[in-house]
């Protein structure tokens, strides 16, 4: 009976840490999201200080819709300044997807969805093509492309959007770890070639 009773105790206690949300989501401005008419356009910044009207530019053509910026690790700290400089956005948001389980999340793949402009924060590239190949927000950034929706990235971010992505693998401790080279094709922004 002691047996079973710690059993239940340790899954009790134990099931909400599996259950718990894998992503973090930040939002300032209007909590219910709209729908604009949005125009096509591509930000690439090569990193540094960011460009106040690049993001002017990037709210335009979201027709004041909500800009959302994603990441891998941070903090929301694209929120306010992307608000103070575009106060009639409806919303801007960060979504930090620090994995597969959370780019699998139905709730990342829905507020992706719901972006009028998308930003990829920089950081590391090589998580993003470790965390969200061939997952909703691989699928969900290239139907925002395909949805005329302004996107935009700075330096890994930027490297993910362009044409040819180096992974940054090399950089791993690991044996085998090399650097490979990504050749976006088709429906599929971030695959691996050997």
């Known amino acids: 009976m002691k047996k079973s009773l710690f059993f239940l105790f340790v899954v009790c206690s134990v099931l909400p840490a599996w259950a718990a949300k894998q ?77 597969r389980t959370a780019a699998n999340d139905p709730f990342v793949a829905s507020t992706i969805q719901n972006a009028e402009a998308l930003w990829i924060a920089g950081g590391d590239q090589s998580n993003y093509i470790n965390f969200w190949t061939g997952t909703p927000v691989e699928s969900g950034v290239n139907a925002l492309i395909a949805r005329s929706v302004p996107v935009g990235g700075t330096s890994a971010g930027m490297n993910v959007l362009s044409q040819f992505v180096y992974s940054a693998w090399a950089a ?12 976006l094709t088709g429906t599929s922004r971030w695959r691996k070639t050997s």
């Not at 729908?35 to 990037?58: E, K, P, R």
């Open 172 to 183: 791993r401790a690991s044996p085998q770890a090399r650097p490979l080279l990504i050749l």
């Open 23 to 99: 992503y973090s989501y930040f939002r300032v401005g209007n909590p219910n999201d709209v729908t604009t008419s949005t125009t096509a356009g591509t930000v690439l910044m090569g990193g540094g200080t960011d460009v106040d009207a690049a993001f002017q530019w990037m709210c335009q053509r979201s027709s004041n819709g909500d800009f959302l910026v994603i990441r891998a690790t941070g903090t929301d700290a694209y929120n306010p300044y992307i608000q103070q400089l575009c106060p009639n956005e409806n919303s801007v948001s960060t979504l930090i997807i620090p994995n």
